[in-house]
């Protein structure tokens, strides 16, 4: 069965760049998620798309901005980085009304930030 | 975490013992989930208990879940070497539009073969 896809896998960055995450959710899901995870850390929510438009937010800073496109992929793009920024950052996708909210998760991107 | 924690941290079994790990949570919810993670790697959906069930199994893993104490335990039994992962419990709200997963800590599990 296919999975979330996300690239690229690995990413290596110097600061004040940018940089673009992309993730294709498992074919009818219609949404979206974005996790951040530092190292040690639990997965943080940051943001959230259904149906192409944002459904939620959490601790997404201003420097990161998404969007869901018509073919349901989504991208995370993230400005002026810091050395904070490296991180794991997770898609994750659902179909949204069913009673179980299970979220599918695709292998992530790890941003380094030198 | 902004939801849970989890306890404990760590914990190290030989192969064969089951593995008991606990997460609690602080708001009300609609689900509880556990998820796997091994080191730098996906997560992975383990299993899922609704707010209105106690008990869940699922092959080699219980879930027990008190809403009343806002906690959840996940019992993995006979443990294998390849068992060895992070675990995280994760949680979402009631709300419609509310769906979005708070992770507690995680438990770092190792099996030693």
């Known amino acids: 069965a296919a999975g979330v896809i996300q690239s690229p896998r690995h990413l290596i960055k110097e600061k004040r760049e940018t940089a673009t995450l992309k993730c294709y959710p498992i074919?009818?899901?219609?949404?979206v998620y974005w996790y951040q995870q530092g190292p040690g850390q639990d997965p943080q929510f940051l943001i959230s798309f259904y149906e192409k438009m944002q459904s939620d937010k959490g601790s997404i800073p201003d420097r990161f901005s998404a969007q869901q496109f018509s073919d349901y992929h989504s991208e995370l793009n993230m400005s002026s980085l810091e050395l904070g920024d490296s991180a794991l950052y997770f898609c994750?996708?659902?179909?949204?009304?069913?009673?179980?909210?299970?979220?599918?998760f695709g292998a992530g991107t790890r941003l380094s930030v030198l | 975490s902004q939801q849970g924690e989890e306890d404990p941290q760590a914990l190290s079994i030989q192969e064969g013992e089951n593995a008991t790990m606990n997460c609690s949570y602080k708001t009300s919810i609609n689900n509880l989930q556990w998820y796997r993670q091994n080191s730098g790697r996906g997560l992975v959906h383990l299993i899922l208990i609704r707010s209105n069930e106690r008990e869940k199994h699922s092959g080699r893993l219980r879930v027990t879940l008190d809403t009343s104490k806002k906690s959840s335990s996940l019992l993995i039994t006979a443990s294998r070497a390849a068992d060895t992962a992070s675990y995280f419990c994760a949680t979402d709200g009631k709300n419609f539009g509310n769906e979005k997963l708070t992770f507690g800590t995680g438990t770092r599990l190792t099996i030693i073969p």
């Open positions: 074919p009818r899901h219609d949404t």
């Open positions: 994750a996708s659902s179909l949204r009304g069913g009673i179980k909210n299970i979220q599918y």
